[in-house]
């Protein structure tokens, strides 16, 4: 059977972060007196800590020092973490662990591809770590999404070729960069901001298995 490179991102695929991204970045806006909807938080989604507090201030048109910025971002990464404290296998997304568990099956490379430099200690407290056969998180890239970097390291540390690759991504920073690397996107929430993604699924409960199947065999 051909042996295919499944790389998924973390935080809206695998496990619902974003919705504490959104609160620990809003407690910040509120300080700061910066308007932050939900509108907003979908151009913070898959992009790193430090774009994101600059979109943040271009959006209050506050200007920072270097200092200030650090601090802000410290802070709202302790905020962050507070939310994770108790995080478990519980907040793993509906429909993951079935796939993860049909990729093992199927011995297909599976990595993940995550912006977050929080990704190691989540896949840790939600215990599927061992699923992945290479991690490529926040730390290891210096191009944050859009740029396939992230990606593209995930497909070297697999020794695959970047056409193996499929990427399952919620933000549409992810799929820009997985279309860049001419992998396969398939985006992981709603069509109407996803449309660049090859294929779109709500959430993996509606993939079913005959559609990874036929992913290996291309
Ligand atoms: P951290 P992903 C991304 O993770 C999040 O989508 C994005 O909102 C966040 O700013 C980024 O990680 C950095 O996260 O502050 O934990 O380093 O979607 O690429 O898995
Ligand atoms: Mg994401």
Redesign the pocket.
């Known amino acids: 059977m051909n042996k295919k490179a499944f790389i998924f991102?973390?935080?809206?695929?695998i496990v619902d972060t974003?919705k504490y991204?959104f609160l620990a970045w809003q407690k910040l806006a509120q300080e700061l007196n910066i308007e932050f909807t939900t509108e907003h938080n979908e151009e913070?989604?898959?992009?790193?800590?430090v774009r994101?507090l600059d979109i943040i201030l271009e959006l209050g048109k506050i200007d920072a020092s270097h200092e200030e910025k650090t601090k802000w971002l410290i802070q709202k990464?302790e905020v962050?973490l507070s939310y994770l404290v108790d995080m478990d296998e519980r907040e793993i997304l509906p429909g993951v662990m079935p796939i993860l568990e049909f990729l093992k099956e199927n011995n297909q490379l599976i990595a993940l591809g995550?912006?977050?430099?929080?990704?190691r200690p989540i896949l840790e407290k939600t215990k599927i770590i061992h699923y992945f056969d290479a991690i490529v998180d926040?730390n290891d890239v210096s191009n944050a999404?859009p740029d396939p970097e992230v990606f593209l390291r995930a497909a070297q540390l697999l020794n695959t070729s970047n056409k193996n690759a499929i990427v399952f991504e919620?933000?549409v920073a992810?799929i820009q960069a997985a279309n860049v690397a001419q992998m396969i996107s398939i985006g992981i929430g709603k069509n109407e901001i996803l449309h660049e993604a090859k294929f779109i699924f709500k959430d993996f409960t509606t993939m079913d298995f005959d559609f990874i199947e036929a992913l290996i065999k291309k």
């Open positions: 991102d973390l935080d809206g695929v974003a991204h913070l989604k898959g992009v790193s800590r994101s990464n962050y995550s912006a977050s430099k929080n990704a926040g999404k919620d933000s992810g």
